[in-house]
């Protein structure tokens, strides 16, 4: 089987000579299943490679982008009345154009025991260039910002789904499982900071430093790669630096500056995984949904606010580890003792694993064994939502969690899922 598409999509809110985008696809399929040589091996119920090729575009940004515009603002009066003076207020950019995603895909489907099992594997790569995308410009221009094409982003990963039907006749079971990883880097960062030896590093991801401990009184700190620093403040490891023409050099050089800001994770997952069972016995029916996300990190602003005792009036208190800071008569506390450190930013102590598994959802329902003239089913269920968290993360909700600001490094939690319970009661007329 084979299939193909070809779209000619124009928008206006591009550039003029860059309004139409041309965005073809295709596919080819081979039902091998089909085929004499696969039945006689007497295994698969079905069988079918999949092979296809995209591009799709993407316009997804406010109107007149690339125009320059013109507004008016008050700036003062004469007399009794208001001035009100027309100026530029956007530069535009006469080379806005869309955003371009090419994707390739190899995919295997099959079934076998009579198709109670069934499977899908696929394989991808996805690559995205001109990303659309806001940057600051020079105050000096007369303008703050400007939308323009820059930047592209690489993704690829397998995706995994099996359905079987476990047990079928009075009591019935049947499951879905589905798994993906997922990898993603820049491929051009379009000017974006990033840390030296991590130039193709992931999107969005945490760069920091690396903690080493806390710096004690009996340390030679005026020696060391952090001569600003006081006891009781993290000392952060000194892992790369700059040869004798300033280049880059992943060795220590006895200077603690943003060269030594490492990659500490991503706060993508890598893996996403859900889990789903239904169950059935005369009139009776259970399901549930577990749902995992991992290999992905969070830096925890709040626990780094609520463990430093400077912030005690400021926040109201501080969290229990907060109160076993560092101090000259404690001085095997991991906890620093809270004065505003010369160096730092996001830093490995405070970069958490996000990874976790929830329980999502539980029904149990029952259909009523009778009918009556007005009615013709009934059944009256329990529904519970986010039942059940399993994580090391020790904010809030590893979920709902913001995600770093590469610029501030702040992170901070909003409120978890709500825990839900309902009963309820349907009819059918």
Same mark, same amino acid.
Request: aromatic share 14%; net charge positive; hydrophobic share 35%.
């Given at each position: 089987?084979?299939?193909?598409?070809?779209?000619?999509?124009?928008?206006?809110?591009?550039?003029?000579?860059?309004?139409?985008?041309?965005?073809?696809?295709?596919?080819?399929?081979?039902?091998?299943?089909?085929?004499?040589?696969?039945?006689?091996?007497?295994?698969?119920?079905?069988?079918?490679?999949?092979?296809?090729?995209?591009?799709?575009?993407?316009?997804?940004?406010?109107?007149?982008?690339?125009?320059?515009?013109?507004?008016?603002?008050?700036?003062?009066?004469?007399?009794?009345?208001?001035?009100?003076?027309?100026?530029?207020?956007?530069?535009?950019?006469?080379?806005?154009?869309?955003?371009?995603?090419?994707?390739?895909?190899?995919?295997?489907?099959?079934?076998?025991?009579? &198709?109670?099992?069934?499977?899908?594997? !696929?394989?991808?790569?996805?690559?995205?260039?001109?990303? %659309? @995308? +806001?940057?600051?410009? =020079?105050?000096?221009?007369?303008?703050?910002?400007?939308?323009?094409?820059?930047?592209?982003?690489?993704?690829?990963?397998?995706?995994?789904?099996?359905?079987?039907?476990?047990?079928?006749?009075?009591?019935?079971?049947?499951?879905?499982?589905?798994?993906?990883?997922?990898?993603?880097?820049?491929?051009?960062?379009?000017?974006?900071?990033?840390?030296?030896?991590?130039?193709?590093?992931?999107?969005?991801?945490?760069?920091?430093?690396?903690?080493?401990?806390?710096?004690?009184?009996?340390?030679?700190?005026?020696?060391?790669?952090?001569?600003?620093?006081?006891?009781?403040?993290?000392?952060?490891?000194?892992?790369?630096?700059?040869?004798?023409? &300033?280049?880059?050099?992943?060795?220590? !050089?006895?200077?603690?500056?943003?060269?030594?800001?490492? %990659? @500490? +994770?991503?706060?993508? =997952?890598?893996?996403?995984?859900?889990?789903?069972?239904?169950?059935?016995?005369?009139?009776?029916?259970?399901?549930?949904?577990?749902?995992?996300?991992?290999?992905?990190?969070?830096?925890?602003?709040?626990?780094?606010?609520?463990?430093?005792?400077?912030?005690?009036?400021?926040?109201?208190?501080?969290?229990?580890?907060?109160?076993?800071?560092?101090?000259?008569?404690?001085?095997?506390?991991?906890?620093?003792?809270?004065?505003?450190?010369?160096?730092?930013?996001?830093?490995?102590?405070?970069?958490?694993?996000?990874?976790?598994?929830?329980?999502?959802?539980?029904?149990?329902?029952?259909?009523?064994?009778?009918?009556?003239?007005?009615?013709?089913?009934?059944?009256?269920?329990?529904?519970?939502?986010?039942?059940?968290?399993?994580?090391?993360?020790?904010?809030?909700?590893?979920?709902?969690?913001?995600?770093?600001?590469?610029?501030?490094?702040?992170?901070?939690?909003?409120?978890?899922?709500?825990?839900?319970?309902?009963?309820?009661?349907?009819?059918?007329?």
């Amino acid at each position: 089987m084979v299939t193909g598409s070809f779209r000619y999509d124009g928008s206006s809110k591009f550039a003029e000579g860059h309004k139409w985008g041309f965005f073809p696809s295709g596919a080819f399929a081979w039902k091998m299943g089909n085929e004499q040589f696969i039945k006689n091996l007497h295994v698969f119920n079905d069988l079918k490679l999949r092979l296809s090729y995209g591009k799709t575009g993407n316009q997804a940004i406010g109107s007149n982008n690339s125009q320059p515009l013109l507004g008016s603002t008050q700036i003062g009066t004469i007399g009794d009345a208001r001035v009100f003076p027309i100026g530029p207020t956007s530069p535009g950019n006469k080379d806005l154009r869309w955003e371009k995603t090419t994707q390739q895909n190899i995919g295997l489907d099959f079934g076998v025991w009579n &198709n109670r099992i069934s499977v899908s594997i !696929d394989y991808y790569k996805t690559v995205t260039t001109d990303l %659309l @995308l +806001g940057f600051q410009i =020079p105050s000096t221009s007369g303008f703050s910002s400007i939308v323009k094409n820059a930047g592209a982003i690489q993704n690829n990963g397998v995706e995994l789904s099996l359905n079987s039907q476990n047990f079928i006749g009075k009591f019935e079971w049947s499951t879905n499982f589905n798994i993906a990883y997922n990898k993603n880097k820049w491929k051009d960062r379009a000017g974006l900071p990033f840390a030296p030896e991590e130039e193709f590093g992931p999107v969005r991801g945490i760069y920091g430093y690396i903690v080493d401990g806390i710096w004690q009184s009996s340390d030679n700190i005026a020696n060391s790669s952090q001569p600003l620093s006081k006891p009781g403040q993290f000392r952060f490891r000194d892992v790369n630096g700059r040869d004798t023409k &300033n280049q880059f050099i992943a060795t220590p !050089d006895g200077k603690l500056n943003s060269d030594d800001r490492v %990659l @500490l +994770g991503s706060t993508f =997952p890598k893996t996403t995984m859900g889990l789903t069972n239904n169950f059935a016995y005369k009139n009776f029916g259970l399901n549930f949904f577990i749902q995992g996300l991992f290999g992905f990190k969070i830096y925890n602003q709040a626990k780094a606010s609520f463990e430093n005792p400077y912030n005690f009036l400021t926040l109201g208190g501080i969290s229990k580890e907060g109160t076993n800071f560092w101090t000259s008569n404690n001085t095997g506390s991991l906890v620093p003792s809270g004065q505003a450190n010369s160096y730092g930013g996001v830093n490995s102590v405070y970069v958490e694993d996000g990874d976790f598994v929830r329980l999502r959802n539980i029904n149990l329902s029952y259909r009523l064994p009778f009918k009556a003239a007005w009615f013709q089913s009934a059944n009256v269920y329990i529904n519970l939502d986010n039942v059940l968290l399993v994580t090391k993360y020790s904010g809030l909700d590893p979920e709902t969690a913001n995600p770093v600001n590469t610029k501030s490094g702040s992170e901070s939690d909003v409120y978890p899922n709500v825990k839900t319970y309902s009963l309820g009661f349907n009819i059918n007329f």
